[in-house]
């Protein structure tokens, strides 16, 4: 396997002023991140998920143990370039616009002037901030903030994404792209490692996970085989008759089974939420992926 | 290679944007105000002395603004980076944590540069204009380049050590201080050149003698000759004329100083003896001066941008302050500490040492410690007084590349230690917070 991020008994104590131990913000971390797979991190405030990010990007020195990003040291400048880095909350120059922030970093990447530009005009339109491209960004909102948060991270058409809390400030639309977009991502073979409170999202789009509590991994594995329960099964269908379904409950009861709960399908509130705003017209609009570009998860 | 410079530009360029959005450069309208409220002052000031109050002022308002803008700038960049994180996102990008701090290091100091330019030229058009409003009275606009000597001898006289002056020579047709100059240029001088003395004076049975009588002598190698006398005191600057056309084609010229009363000797330093060439235009000389003002401000940025990677705005700012009164107060100090040193060797050689006080009534150790603490700190510390420009320009003396090297050089090593202690203070920084 190809292993793009991996670390080994990544442990990191953080010291008071005197340098003496005072909480273990990560507890001996070992992971195997493979080329392509959207890997989340979950866990509670203070868990270590950050931590986890910040040795990654080599934001911090571990106190043990060792991380690499394809191979490299975290701090190593060559592996840093193909890593794009959406941190938890946007900490963006106010003073500048989209388009010279997105030139800033695109030439912290050494992009020629034209790929900055049409790499800067692609993300921008993407994330649908073309009509405010010439704002500084003390002036945008939150989500909006954010959106150029993604853009660079995108800057340098990275091999490797690390979101922090990727959906969070984003409205159900915005927040409904970011998990196309990451779930796009990993159809063109990039590795995704993301963190989020909210789980749903993290279900919806990681291969793998893993769950921290107090700087240790408490579960750690692919989501699918995580989540299944063996010894239950939910069968959905489409215009099954109350008739057919009594007659099918009274089958797997006489075959030895215990029905556990029934009743129609819901629909998630997201669903709903999209459909709705895409039928109200007012502009706000979430175009779902066509069939053949649709994820493989 | 080519690769980090781009990065390095680029967190320059960002400096400097970011310092334009936040409207830095309107302190630049702020000078030019205080520039123009000199008018005010200028009815309780002769016209001729207009010109010197207003480089007085210029320069004072350039240095503080300069001062404000590097040090508040510099002291608040790296940690307000750290603060809201925004280092994050740079240091995850391709570039290392050193270069984020030479970056920064460089938008400030040509953000200092542009200041400094501006204000240099804002000054000399608001000189002009004053210039051409008051009249025939108020005094050219002037700096001369000077020409020290190539070689300087004291036949018939003594080599003199640990003293103020360099050599010594007592009355005789025989000894003489001289000075040699080669590679003069005719054209590089009016039709009368100047040139400025300073001697001491001193005579073997007068202790108190400080004034006497010099025969000067400039002479050419083909034998053509200017002489006169002059009459001074000691360590005064005095100046006198001669036909530049004494400069010939081979570009060498003599000055030989002779004691004329009988029972005194003059003594002197290379440097003693200047030679001016004609005045240069102004405003090229004023922008010389002004790289003197700007290698200051570089050393005040450096410990304050070096300061600011593990210690808060405010006290990195105050750092800065302290470096720069420190800087501007290092002759006194010195001579302080000169006078304290002669102090305690007089008490060392008493006969009663260990029962002695010094005239302040401090015990010697006290003494003896905050003299050597004053020492390490001037060892330290650059005296800004090289880079004082006023020095020059009140003088009409312009200032010469060997000298804007020699202020190079003095700044270089402060600067250099800084630059290289914040350089690895950010390669070793954790960003835990």
């Known amino acids: 396997m190809d292993a793009v991020i991996q670390t080994e008994g990544l442990t990191k104590v953080y010291k008071d002023f005197w340098g003496r131990p005072k909480h273990k913000g990560l507890d001996r971390l070992s992971i195997s991140i493979q080329r392509g797979e959207v890997f989340g991190l979950i866990g509670p405030n203070g868990s270590g998920k950050t931590t986890t990010f910040k040795l990654l990007l080599g934001l911090i020195f571990p106190t043990e143990g060792k991380a690499t990003i394809l191979g490299k040291p975290p701090t190593d400048v060559s592996a840093k370039a193909k890593v794009g880095f959406l941190p938890e909350e946007s900490y963006l120059y106010r003073w500048l616009n989209a388009d010279e922030t997105l030139d800033f970093f695109g030439r912290l990447f050494n992009l020629d002037r034209e790929t900055r530009r049409k790499r800067a005009d692609e993300l921008i339109h993407r994330f649908g901030l073309a009509h ?24 340098n058409d990275p091999e490797v994404v690390i979101l922090d809390e990727p959906t969070s400030g984003l409205d159900p639309i915005s927040s409904r792209q970011i998990k196309d977009l990451i779930l796009e991502l990993k159809r063109r073979g990039k590795t995704v490692l993301l963190s989020s409170h909210l789980l749903a999202d993290v279900q919806d789009v990681c291969d793998t996970i893993a769950i921290l509590h107090q700087g240790q991994t408490k579960v750690h594995g692919p989501v699918r085989d995580i989540l299944v329960k063996r010894d239950s099964v939910s069968l959905t269908f489409k215009d099954l008759s109350d008739q057919t379904r009594k007659k099918m409950e009274e089958i797997a009861i006489a075959e030895g089974a215990r029905l556990v709960h029934a009743e129609n399908t819901l629909e998630t509130l ?24 649709a994820p493989t998860k | 290679m080519k690769a980090t410079l781009g990065r390095l530009w680029a967190i320059a360029g960002m400096t400097l944007l970011e310092a334009s959005r936040r409207k830095v450069f309107t302190i630049l309208l702020l000078f030019g105000l205080a520039l123009i409220s000199s008018i005010l002052f200028f009815p309780s000031v002769e016209v001729d002395a207009r010109l010197r109050l207003i480089e007085v002022w210029a320069l004072r308002a350039s240095a503080i603004f300069t001062a404000i803008v590097g040090l508040f700038l510099a002291g608040f960049s790296l940690p307000q980076d750290f603060e809201t994180k925004r280092i994050y996102l ?9 270069l984020v701090f030479l970056g920064r290091y460089l938008g400030y ?13 804002v000054t000399t058009v608001f000189l002009r204009t004053v210039r051409l409003f008051s009249g025939s009275k108020f005094p050219p606009l002037v700096a001369y380049p000077r020409i020290r000597a190539g070689d300087f001898s004291a036949p018939g006289g003594t080599k003199l050590e640990e003293q103020q002056a360099e050599r010594a020579v007592g009355f005789g047709p ?4 001289v000075w040699k100059f080669t590679g003069l240029r005719r054209s590089s001088f009016d039709d009368q050149a100047r040139l400025q003395i300073r001697l001491i004076f001193g005579a073997v049975a007068d202790p108190y003698r400080a004034s006497g009588t010099v025969d000067v002598r400039i002479v050419n190698p083909s034998g053509g000759i200017h002489r006169t006398q002059l009459s001074m005191n000691t360590n005064e600057e005095q100046e006198i004329s001669f036909p530049a056309g004494l400069i010939g084609g081979d570009g060498v010229l003599q000055v030989e100083l002779r004691a004329v009363d009988s029972d005194g000797f003059i003594a002197a330093s290379e440097g003693w003896l200047i030679l001016y060439e004609k005045s240069m235009l102004f405003e090229l000389a004023f922008a010389r001066g002004l790289a003197l003002i700007l290698l200051q401000s570089m050393i005040v940025l450096s410990i304050t941008l070096m300061s600011s990677t593990f210690l808060s705005a405010p006290l990195s700012i105050l750092l800065g302050i302290l470096l720069y009164l420190v800087g501007s107060i290092h002759g006194y100090v010195r001579e302080g500490s000169r006078d304290i040193d002669r102090s305690l060797a007089e008490i060392r050689l008493s006969p009663h040492a260990e029962k002695e006080h010094t005239p302040e009534g401090l015990p010697p150790l006290l003494l003896r410690f905050s003299t050597e603490t004053s020492k390490l700190v001037l060892a330290a510390v650059p005296d800004f007084a090289n880079f004082d420009f006023s020095v020059w320009l009140l003088k009409d003396h312009a200032v010469s590349w060997s000298e804007i090297a020699g202020a190079g050089a003095k700044a270089f090593l402060p600067i250099a230690v800084m630059v290289v202690l914040g350089t690895l203070l950010m390669l070793f920084k954790d960003f835990d917070r």
């Open chain 1, 132 to 155: 405010a491209r010439h704002r500084q960004l003390r002036e945008y909102s939150k989500g909006m903030t954010r959106r150029v948060g993604f853009c660079q991270a995108l800057i």
């Open chain 1, 270 to 293: 997201e669903d709903v939420f999209l459909r709705t705003v895409q039928e109200s017209g007012d502009g706000l609009t979430y175009r779902k992926p066509p069939a053949d570009e």
């Open chain 2, 90 to 98: 740079i240091v995850t990008k391709p570039i290392s944590k050193p």
């Open chain 2, 109 to 121: 100091a040509l953000l200092l540069a542009v200041f400094i330019l501006t204000m240099g030229a």
């Open chain 2, 174 to 177: 025989e000894n003489a201080l």
